[in-house]
């Protein structure tokens, strides 16, 4: 049996999951790294451990974890994992697959941290502290970007100036690779069909919608950051450049603070106060009219997005998935409203059951399979982890 710890390293934080195999059996988060009190959390089974102390640092954070571990029984050391999956959100165009991080190639990673200047250096602080706690454990680093790597250059290329590109990296590369390659594998199971062609629009508080051909993402919304495309909790997603340079001069702002506004006080947040859609519609509920044009924008948004990645798509699949994508029947009632003439017919009763399992909510009238599949990027992470073992 495999022990395999996926990790995911923030700048202040860290969540963690432990899988045996393609089981997962324990949970848990550290938060507050830094600060005067961390706070530390294992679930497992129906157990829970927490602990709360100042952890300056992921070492300190990540010898909680090992410990917490110990005390359920887990290990009694990391030295006894087989090997920790790691999520890294940016693997600019070196890295296009999973792959194992050692001394040999921890620069390379190290020199794109530029592009995701937030979260790299986090993601690889967690890397750097397992190969230092544990040298005999594999290192994978699973990244964000790459499922989107097989997009062809006329798609992932913005109409800048070519140095842009080949001196800066400047380009798109889509985030959330992580899910949408599991849920379209799925999919594919699903429908029992060896090459997917299908729209996967994965709608959390970060959302991103990406076209999938033979199996392969031909386009994705979000660009060189996560910023681009669909409208998201606190980001603006597609805007006008020309509105953020009248918004700088007109209120003389720096492009941090430009940067602060679009990333973390725009999209559902700016338009109606909440970013958490369950607010929102209890909110719509009571008439207010700013919640119903945010949810209105949202989901035109997303309609937007799948009909022009039909246009470059066979598609023959929706699929919805996170948090919104698999809870919120609204959301996809309305986009599969707004896409009916194109031959999307939701089935409103399949569409109003809660569950966890993988369902199609089209009719059997429905030119396109609906489908409603549960993501889960640890269990994904732990896979391409386990590959290397
Ligand atoms: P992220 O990982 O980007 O933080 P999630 O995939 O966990 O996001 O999705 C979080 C969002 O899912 C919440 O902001 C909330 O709007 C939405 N959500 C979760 N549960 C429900 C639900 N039952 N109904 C509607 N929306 C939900």
Redesign the pocket.
Known sequence: MKKILVLNSGSSSLKFQLFLDEESVASGLVEQIGEKISNAQLKFADKKIEKKEELKNHEEALKIVSLMLKEAGFLNEFSELNAVGHRVVHGGEDFIKATKIDNSNIEKLESISSLAPLHNPANIAGIKTILNLAPNVINVAVFDTAFHQTMPEYAYRYAIADEFYTKDSIRRYGFHGTSHEYVSQKAAEFLGVKQLNAISA??????SISAIKDGKCVDTSMGLTPLEGLIM?TRCGDIDGGALFFMARKHNLSIDELDKICNKKSGMLALCGA???????DNMQKGDEKSKLAFEMFCYRITKYIGSYLAVTPASALIFT??????????REKVCENLSHLGFEIDKEKNNI?SKEIRNIATSNSKYAILVIP?NEELSIAKQTMAFC
């Open positions: 994965h709608l959390g508080n970060g959302a909790g970013n958490d859609m369950r607010d929102i519609e996170a948090g919104i994508g698999e809870n919120d029947n609204l959301v809660r993501t």
